[in-house]
């Protein structure tokens, strides 16, 4: 491993003091990604600054209704704790649909939200990377891109899903990320949080050099709702999503009022689709309208050379996810 | 061999090293630290084709703790070994590690870093600069097949005249079958620890063979056999990648020797997709014919499969092809095709697992064509004698397999129109497929004593890979002694011991076994001497008069003494026996038999298509260890699983580079894809192949997986997926076609 200075930090004040601006400074969380980037010689910090110590690990239900996850609140006590599965199963069934128990135990939310790209090309430390190497390329458009590849959100430069699970659940949940910067704190909304990577793919969240996230605030659950995650994908545990959706439903009758309507594997971030709630809203919940409002999800969906199946897998993910929650 | 009620023989005997794995206790290649280890770290090609240009060290040698870095112009110079598998020193990449500045693969050695600790040879490997002058890589067979077209392999069969047959034939099948590379991937990353004491090489190498790496290493390093010893008491599985000795290997030595002082290196998960073998691509076409009875009239089996440029390995996928079904005219052919890849390797049933994959697709396919239910198709068309080799099967009830697991499984349910039975959302397919696997058997030794303190020890020099053979060679000393098993210490892994057979193949079973039970026999013989000698507890008597019993020898009066007080008597420490047995004789064709029955269920609302049940009956002569056997198996089906569902190693077509090298995108089954797997086991013993009927376990169970697996989702969802892994996106319609590169 290459050399890099170590500090611990006790606050989230600290923990950006300790940051500084200057070199490559990396927060250690459950180290589920950093550690891996590191080893593979990916990532290269100078200095690593670990946030074990800061005490961010509640969840606590604010008074209007919204729920505050503590950035170190790990994926599996997030995804049991009972509040979680009461008002927002699509958050406690998409945390458990990610990874496997060892690294669930580990992860924190924080880090979920900041996990790099699965992408092979983005790994390898050698292939074309414009996340890597901005500049160079994109090796995996026309390379090897069946599994970890978007097809919505995607750009010349860089066409690698976001891999999380949770903040398909987050998004769709409605969030509020916030942070702890050199100036203090600040409230990023969770839809602006991942950016498209655009012609800047190295670029790839809001925050700024130092800042660090302290919490997610989840939106107040819709009242009355249902929720679920459906996430699809070649063996039936421990692979990322080939294409999932996280869908909210709130019926009167069999009238859908509200929906709320995220993809993951499909996107190069976590996905909302917006025209897919709007067409659901109001009608008559039917598997026709399902098929229909979420083939809207995909009109500008690119296929690329081995991933154009996402296009029907993730509105077939959207179906039945619907189906099953609208079901009587 | 007695055959005694309640015989140890068959029992499901716990694995007798299972505490030792449970604990930690277990010494695997890297878990050895000698004193004043250094640790090794590759430097791999990236690039697939072409030469070194320029590789500078600077900056690495001025990395903390770094000791030396090895590479094209700073190494020893090694001899090759002639790797032949009849003499024993076999390899599978001839070239030496660090030979010339010759890049064949991505991921090849071109140089080693070694420093005081893993972490510093690691970061320091990082920093050695490496130029190349590349060349256009040829990255798959297809690219191959156009670039350097084929070149004649081996194990090639003709009988009749397949070619004039199928044209006046009353029905035909021609249809291309393909296979991916598949990498082993053993969770125990092969490794090698190596020191040099006087000129003699101590050598843990996570190795399926340690015999014949001893002498390989032996000839690479122009030093007698005798002076290396090579350990392997426990690996993390192999599946066939550590049969032969790897460059990796051969650079720890090499560089261990030049540092005077111990050398260890783990390669990395992603070389392991590059260095230590893989399972090669193959592209087989088959032609059948039928006559109007539904009887084959003509087969025709051509493969050709990957190799590299420094060796040719020919998968022999036509090897059951040859023999499994009644057919007077048959054309087996092998031929391969160069591509910049690493050198292939056997991994689990080579040959057989695509091979039949391509040839019980296409059998499934003939029946359909001709209107025959596939069992019944089998059971017209097996093959009643080898014709091959115009030889009688040893034992083959493959008919019995058949029948027996179709009943278990309710073949009988079976509607035969595609896609017409449901449950809820789900269409239910129902396939199977034969399997089959040759019966091998090599020459081996063995050492067995019956110490004073009543325990006993054997010893042979082939391995555990995971499989029990220390179970069932402590059961084979414990059937002829009496001795119970809590009383024997078995050793294996070592190859100082007595000669045994690498442990491939599926023969470690019936190649050690008998040699146990000869050199068992032969020290109760020199116990029997001991006993009847002039101070013997039964001085003057007859060997012949004596019995053994209860852990001690019984005359025909009902003395009874036990074998410590015969030594104790005697004052020996021990009575030893040693034994040589030879490999299969020639007087019939050995196989093993047997059937899959695969249900699975497509969900074509979601493109979920999961295997959800398996029943296996199989027939492999007597079995030795009833759970061992039984896991065997079980294994063998989930490997198939991943097989037939999900195993591929993608290679970027445009430089040949090995893209999802890691255990996250490298897909194998999981726990949560395991079905329901109910395995019959038939225990016919095939005493004409050796004493306790035993022909082996290990490969048989992943053959044909693959192909059941196929039939069933032919049946579910009447799409013929001629190309592994059957991933949903093959099964989908309407999948959008490229609009951008």
Redesign the interface.
Known sequence: MRHFDYARAESAQQAVAAHGSDREVSFLAGGTTLLDLVKLDVMQPDKIVDINGVSLDEIERLDDGRLRIGAMVTNTALARDRRVVEDYAVLSQALLAGASTQLRNKATTGGNVMQRVRCPYFRDGVSDCNKREPGSGCAAIGGVNRTVHAVLGTSDDCIATHPSDMCVAMIAIGATIEVQGPEGVREIDFADFHLLPGDTPAREHALEPGELITHVVLDAPLDGSRSGYLKLRDRQSYQFALASSAVIVQMDGNTITDARVAMGGVGTKPWRAPEVEAALKGKSASERLFAEAAKLAFENAIAYSQNGYKIPLGQQAIVRNLSDLTAA | MSDKPQSIIGAGVPRIDGPDKLSGRANYAADNLPPNLAYGYGVFS?IASGKISQLSVDEARQM?GVIDIFHHSHFPSLYRTPSSFAQGNKVEETRLPFEDERVYYDGQFVALVVADTF?NA??AA?RVKVTYAADKAVANLDQGVEANGTQAGSGNHDRGDAASAFDSAAATIDATYRTPVETHNPMEMHASTAWWDNGDLTIFDASQGVVVARNALAKIFAIPPERITVHAPYIGSGFGSKLWTWPHAIATAAASRELGRPVQLVVPR?QMFTTTGHRPETRQRLRLATDDNGRLVSLRHESINTTSYTDQYVETCGSVTKSLYHCPNLTVSHETTQVNRGTPTSMRAPGAAPGLFALESAIDEMADAVGIDPVQFRLDNYAERDESKDLPFSSNHIVEATKRAADRFGWADRKPEVGSMKEGREIVGYGMAACNWEALKMACDARVSIRADGTAFASCATQDIGTGTYTIVAQAVSDVTGIPIDRITVKLGDSSYPDGPVSGGSWATATTLPAIAGAARNALDEMKRYATGSNGAFAGASSDDLEVADGGLRNADGKQVSFADILQAGRYGSADGEAHTEGADSKYSYRSFGAHFVEVRWDP????L?VARVVSAIDVGRVINETTARNQVEGAVVMGIGMG??EAT???E?NA?P????Y??Y???????QPEIDVILLDYPDLAFNEYGARGIGEIGVTGLAAAVANAVHHATGKRIRELPI???KL??????????
């Open positions: 990236t903390p972490e690691r970061a990082r992603q609302g979601i493109s979920r999961r569902l999900f993608e290679y970027d445009r580079r893209v999802n090298n890691d996250a995108e897909v194998v089954p999981v726990h949560a894809d991933t949903l996106d989908m319609d309407d999948v959008p076609q490229v609009r951008s590169a």
